[in-house]
């Protein structure tokens, strides 16, 4: 099984105080020589997002933990066909939810999480409630919470 994982789940993971961070490594742990643990590159944007707005003394730590999971896991990059399921999975959410311009641009990495997920054929791990919508619109999307038993 391919595994996609989302920057919460890498939150918890790489913050050992996190109540998820124990379940986190069970399910890791638990995996099969197969399975594949993978990023999206937008993970990574997001991450160094993250060190950009921290405070002086964590950024030696955030780099380290960004530079852990370039080594640790394969990046997924963006793609053509991930791009067309965006297209229709965020017209369908905003459908579905009635959404109107502002609140339409909401949510975009997100959704090409999702999108790249089903492209992919990965299961994506996550915590975000959003992702339960989304699996509703889009059937191929599988999904697991890693932060719960």
């Known amino acids: 099984m391919r595994y996609l994982l989302d920057s919460d789940i890498l939150s918890d993971l790489y913050e050992s105080s996190s109540a998820a961070h124990d379940n986190i490594l069970r399910r890791i742990a638990s995996l099969k020589a197969e399975d594949s643990l993978s990023v999206s590159i937008l993970v990574l944007y997001e991450l160094e997002y993250g060190l950009a707005n921290a405070r002086a003394e964590k950024k030696s730590i955030l780099r380290q ?3 852990n999971v370039q080594t640790r896991f394969s990046v997924l990059e963006l793609s053509l066909d991930a791009a067309q399921i965006f297209g229709q999975l ?13 609140a339409s641009k909401s949510h975009n990495v997100d ?5 790249t997920a089903v ?3 990965c299961v994506l791990v ?4 959003l992702y339960r919508d989304l699996r509703v619109l889009e ?4 999904l697991e919470d890693w932060t719960d038993d």
């Not at 965020?90 to 959404?99: E, P, T």
């Not at 959704?111 to 999108?115: E, F, K, R, S």
């Not at 996550?126 to 409630?129: F, I, L």
């Open 139 to 142: 059937p191929n999307l599988q």
């Open 119 to 121: 492209a992919e054929s």
């Open 126 to 129: 996550s915590a975000d409630s």
């Open 111 to 115: 959704l090409i999480l999702a999108a």
């Open 90 to 102: 965020k017209k369908a959410l905003v459908d579905f939810r009635g959404l109107k311009d502002k």
């Open 65 to 67: 933990r960004i530079k």
